[in-house]
């Protein structure tokens, strides 16, 4: 089973920048589907964005033209690049790993956007 570890999450202001990383635990062959899902305070957990291992990526339409996901294959590490970051972006950060029918998750990471 892989580790995900996520970093980068803390408080910011409206308009400004943050940058998720998450690094897998272990070799990550084959193909496979690296991920941030996201849940909100009562919310439910939902998609943010996605990249396959063939580096085609997907973005929810909340986040489209502000976040910008990317991964290094050599480092098994996911980034996702959060710019113009809003007060509805505040929740916990979840690194998703989809490969061969198994998911594995991180922790998490919480981000703050104060108005």
């Known amino acids: 089973q892989v580790q995900l570890v996520e970093s980068g999450g803390g408080l910011v202001q409206a308009g400004g920048s943050l940058r998720l990383s998450c690094a897998a635990s272990g070799s990550i062959w084959g193909i496979n589907v690296m991920g941030w899902y996201r849940q909100a305070p009562g919310e439910e957990r939902e998609l943010v964005a996605t990249?396959?291992?063939?580096?085609?990526?997907y973005y929810a339409d909340s986040v489209k033209g502000r976040f910008t996901i990317s991964r290094d294959n050599v480092k098994n590490t996911v980034y996702l690049q959060m710019n113009s970051l809003k007060p509805e972006d505040t929740a916990v950060y979840y690194c998703?790993?989809?490969?061969?029918?198994?998911?594995?998750w991180g922790k998490g990471t919480l981000v703050t956007v104060s108005s």
């Open positions: 990249i396959t291992s063939s580096i085609s990526t």
């Open positions: 998703n790993l989809k490969r061969y029918g198994v998911d594995d």
